[in-house]
């Protein structure tokens, strides 16, 4: 999960840094930390939710 939020933290800073918010009023996009928080926020969770799908069977597997 450690490396789901170092890799969506430095994805979203790319996305402020090259995509952005011209005019500075998207809420998430318009500020470095928000999109850097929100990209790791996804980043962590999607890699947690891909190593869960995967852990599932193992332990079902373990417990028979």
Same mark, same amino acid.
């Given at each position: 999960m450690l490396?789901?939020?170092v890799v969506g &933290?430095?994805?979203?800073?790319i996305y402020w840094k090259y995509v952005g918010c011209v005019t500075?009023?998207?809420p998430i996009t318009s500020s470095p930390l928000y999109s850097?928080?929100?990209g790791a926020?996804?980043?962590g969770l999607g890699l947690?939710?891909? &190593?869960?799908?995967f *852990?599932? *069977?193992e332990d079902e597997e *373990? *417990?028979?």
């Open positions: 490396i789901g939020l &933290a430095i994805g979203g800073f500075g009023d998207c850097s928080i929100w926020l996804i980043g947690d939710l891909i &190593a869960s799908l *852990k599932k *069977k *373990k *417990k028979e």
